[in-house]
Nanobody
Framework: VQLQASGGGLVQAGGSLRLSCAVP????????RSWYRQAPQKEREFVAR???????DYAESVKGRFTISRNIAKNTHDLQMERLGPDDTAVYYC??????????WGQGTLVTVSS
């Protein structure tokens, strides 16, 4: 059972994209919904998270530009990305962590920002 990330694509520097992560309803007890990214030849890194009480947390590199949100009814969480730059080029992965269900990852969606 896998998360489904979507919304990636090619965008010019300064542009915006919105990623979405659909979480199967069989995954219960979700405590944290998050996004990570992996740029070419780099380690996967944390981007943003939203926890069960709605509190959010962001990597310094995306603060003020990216916004994570969730739709509990639809069991999705989105990442709105603004003022994108070439350094944001990466495969973006969504993730959930939950009681009992552990950590689950999506398959990744590619974001390419052209300069």
């Amino acid at each position: 059972v896998q998360l489904q990330a979507s919304g990636g694509g090619l965008v010019q520097a300064g542009g915006s994209l919105r990623l979405s992560c659909a979480v199967p309803r069989t995954i219960r007890g979700i405590m944290t919904r998050s996004w990570y990214r992996q740029a070419p030849q780099k380690e996967r890194e944390f981007v943003a998270r939203i926890v069960v009480n709605g509190q959010t947390d962001y990597a310094e590199s995306v603060k003020g530009r990216f916004t994570i949100s969730r739709n509990i009814a639809k069991n999705t969480h989105d990442l709105q990305m603004e003022r994108l730059g070439p350094d944001d080029t990466a495969v973006y992965y969504c993730r959930v962590d939950g009681n009992g269900s552990g950590t689950r990852w999506g398959q990744g969606t590619l974001v390419t920002v052209s300069s």
